[in-house]
């Protein structure tokens, strides 16, 4: 069974030969691949060609077309940097004023990286679309507006005028919509959508609900009417007050969670289990996949499969971004757990 | 004493025109100025970090509320001619390639808040300019922020320097942000960790010994 086979398994709510295993690793592999981050962030046969050296290296199931978060507001016109070898900021977000107006939407074949991500994910599905599971990188509505507007400044518009942070939010959907279709046409088969402040650690969770959910479900239900096969929405730090939104309401099929959560209890929690949400998760990024050593990645992957196995619906993985350091000794180490102690006897 | 609560109550509110309001009309009155800062201004900002704390306020609310805060202060402090008294210094800021600095702005002004002087040497910082600024200030206190798996390792790097220039037991070292636990902390040889920007002012007072 190869990698595409056996998330496919888990998606569709059967049993695989052994736990997948799909890191969360962009950047960390651009060293594998012999690169910069900075050609890897700009240059679409370098990014495939990275992601799927270090895919191939470690053994695990999927690549992730894509680069930063930056993408879309930058296709909006916001100004971005790129380090030469550190993952690429926004320095001034385009939309520094109240006026929706200001905004016109991105080509995602012509304007800023978009058409990059596009063919890089073109490249993979064409070399490795067969073995491979492909899961083009796209923000969800929070993100991107932030990217347009600027975090602080978006997290001010909420309290002080939410009508317009609801428009931006509106805009931002639709953006998203938009470049996920074009990049299942592209030949990803699963979107992961970033949404790193969505998190409690951030926003309240009625925040969340009354904002963003209705937002979110609406790009997911777009994204599966256009054919994607599973979207992973993904939010850092501890989602617990929010699991049920976030992971049964947004209407996502697929969820990362970070190593803060007992991923055993959210696995398990019956509205979940009954939507049949995929849950990939959990190591500590840091603690564990960047500092620690492979038998203490070995024995921490053990534990964690040894508690999610049985609900078939649990994809080994990082809590959060890998760290370049940590490959490519750390990601292999859990590839070695999955087939040590995560294979399905039937 | 009542315009002293109406300015905390704004501050905790966020409403930056009631803030303002209450606090000119306190000076109008001829308040203590120290009075207005601490039993109105920083009072409220107690409370808002002890419903952050709580589970109650959340980074927007927060946002809001300092900014009501710096509204307040802005009327007052340009009349006080004094130094204000302050539990220690702390240089502050986001490690090399990393700009986030919303978390990092969050600690310096509950740090601020709770008495300490803040030097915040903003984001993308290299480890001689932490050395630096520590030097330059005295500060006992040292806090390095990093949103990004890949800027994390640098935090090393800069504990490292702080080794290698013979001040590493001149300072205590404080680590934060979203992907950073306190084994991560632990592990790269750091005093201190914090979940979020009110509990790090408890362990800067405990780092302390205050």
């Known amino acids: 069974m190869n990698g595409l086979e056996r998330l496919r398994k888990v998606i569709n709510g059967e049993t695989p030969d052994r736990v997948p295993v799909f890191p969360l690793v962009h950047f960390g592999t651009a060293h594998v691949g012999g690169a910069k981050i900075g050609q890897f962030s700009t240059d679409a046969a370098t990014n495939a060609k990275c992601l799927i050296t270090a895919a191939k290296e470690c053994g695990y199931d999927g690549v992730h077309p894509g680069v930063d978060v930056t993408v879309e507001g930058e296709a909006v016109g916001s100004k971005v940097e790129y380090p030469e070898d550190n993952i690429p900021f926004v320095v001034e977000n385009y939309l520094d004023t109240v006026d929706i107006n200001k905004l016109s939407m991105p080509d995602p074949y012509k304007d800023g990286r978009m058409p990059m991500v596009i063919e890089s994910t073109k490249i993979c599905a064409r070399e490795v679309g067969d073995e491979l599971y492909i899961c083009s990188v796209i923000m969800g509505p929070m993100n991107c507006a932030s990217q347009i507007r600027g975090v602080e400044r978006l997290m001010f518009d909420f309290m002080d005028q939410p009508e317009f942070a609801e428009e931006l939010l509106d805009f931002s959907t639709d953006l998203e919509i938009m470049f996920g279709k074009a990049l299942i046409d592209a030949g990803a088969h699963s979107l992961i959508i970033g949404e790193a402040l969505c998190s409690p650690a951030f926003i309240s969770p009625k925040l969340y609900r009354d904002f963003v959910v209705p937002r979110q479900k609406k790009l997911i239900s777009a994204l599966f009417d256009h054919g994607v096969e599973s979207t992973f929405l993904h939010t850092c730090a501890d989602i617990s007050p929010i699991a049920e939104d976030y992971a049964v309401h947004t209407g996502t099929n697929g969820v990362d969670i970070d190593w803060q959560v007992d991923l055993k209890w959210l696995l398990n929690l019956p509205s979940i289990k009954e939507a049949g949400t995929a849950a990939r998760g959990n190591l500590d990024p840091a603690a564990t996949l960047l500092t620690g050593t492979p038998d203490e990645v070995l024995q921490e992957s053990k534990a964690l499969i040894e508690q999610c196995m049985d609900t078939k619906k649990f994809i080994l993985c990082s809590g959060c971004d890998m760290s370049p350091a940590s490959l490519p000794e750390n990601a292999s180490a859990m590839v070695e757990a999955s087939k040590r102690f995560g294979v399905y006897e039937n | ?210």
């Not at chain 2, 130094?83 to 740090?111: A, P, Y």
């Open chain 2, 1 to 210: 004493m009542a315009d002293y609560k109406e300015i905390a109550e704004g501050v905790v509110k966020g409403d930056r025109a009631a803030v303002e309001k209450a606090t000119q009309g306190a000076m109008d009155r001829g308040a203590d100025l120290e009075k207005i800062i601490y039993d109105g201004l920083i009072k409220g900002m107690d409370t808002v970090a002890a419903k952050w704390k709580a589970g109650e306020f959340y980074v927007p609310e927060v946002l809001i509320a300092s900014r009501a805060m710096k509204a307040g202060m802005a009327l007052v402090t340009p009349l006080i001619e004094k130094e204000i008294e302050t539990k220690g210094t702390m240089v502050l800021g986001t490690v090399k390639g990393d700009i986030h600095d919303i978390g990092k702005n969050l600690v310096s002004l509950m740090l601020e808040a709770a008495g300490f002087k803040v030097v915040d040497v903003g984001t993308n910082v290299d480890k001689e300019v932490f050395v630096k600024s520590v030097q330059e200030n005295s500060a006992m206190l040292l806090g390095l922020s990093a949103l990004l798996t890949t800027t994390m390792p640098y935090k090393k790097e800069v504990i490292s320097e702080f080794d290698r220039s013979g001040m590493r037991g001149e300072v205590k070292i404080m680590v934060g942000g979203a992907p950073v636990s306190r084994k991560f902390a632990d592990s790269i040889g750091a005093d201190g960790y914090a979940d979020n920007a009110a509990l790090a002012v408890e362990k800067a007072k405990e780092l302390l010994g205050i």
